[in-house]
């Protein structure tokens, strides 16, 4: 079973920046994709940035390009989002997950927007962005 506990998140003002970072524990080799989602309030879960952890392939939700950046140190089981320029629209909490490599529903292997695959979640860091 693994574990997921993440930290960094805090209140900064717009154009900050924020690292926030995720700790893997437990049985991990059965979940070979991470990933970034966040919640704002009052809004659905939204998927940021994945990763297929065996080789460091990333994937990026359209919106998500440019001022994200997902990646880890594969051997502290450790994975991070960098978060550039913040805005006050990034306001959210953010979750970290991780789930089976499995494709079929449309989306590919590790996709962000096939949320219902990651089956692990963390308990999520809160970001908080003035303007």
């Known amino acids: 079973q693994v574990q997921l506990v993440e930290s960094g998140g805090g209140s900064v003002q717009g154009g900050g920046s924020l690292r926030l970072s995720c700790a893997a524990s437990g049985y991990t080799d059965g979940s070979p994709c991470m990933g970034w989602f966040r919640q704002a309030p009052g809004k659905e879960l939204e998927g940021v940035a994945t990763m297929y952890t065996y080789l460091s392939h990333t994937y990026y939700a359209y919106s998500m390009t440019g001022r994200f950046t997902i990646s880890q140190d594969y051997s502290k089981k450790m994975l991070y989002l960098q978060i550039d320029n913040l805005k006050p629209e990034d306001t959210a909490r953010y979750s970290c997950?991780?789930?089976?490599?499995?494709?079929?529903?449309?989306?590919?292997?590790?996709?962000?927007?096939?949320?219902?695959?990651?089956?692990?979640w963390g308990q999520g860091t809160q970001v908080t962005v003035s303007s």
């Open positions: 997950a991780a789930g089976a490599y499995s494709n079929g529903d449309g989306y590919g292997p590790c996709s962000p927007f096939a949320q219902s695959r990651y089956n692990t």
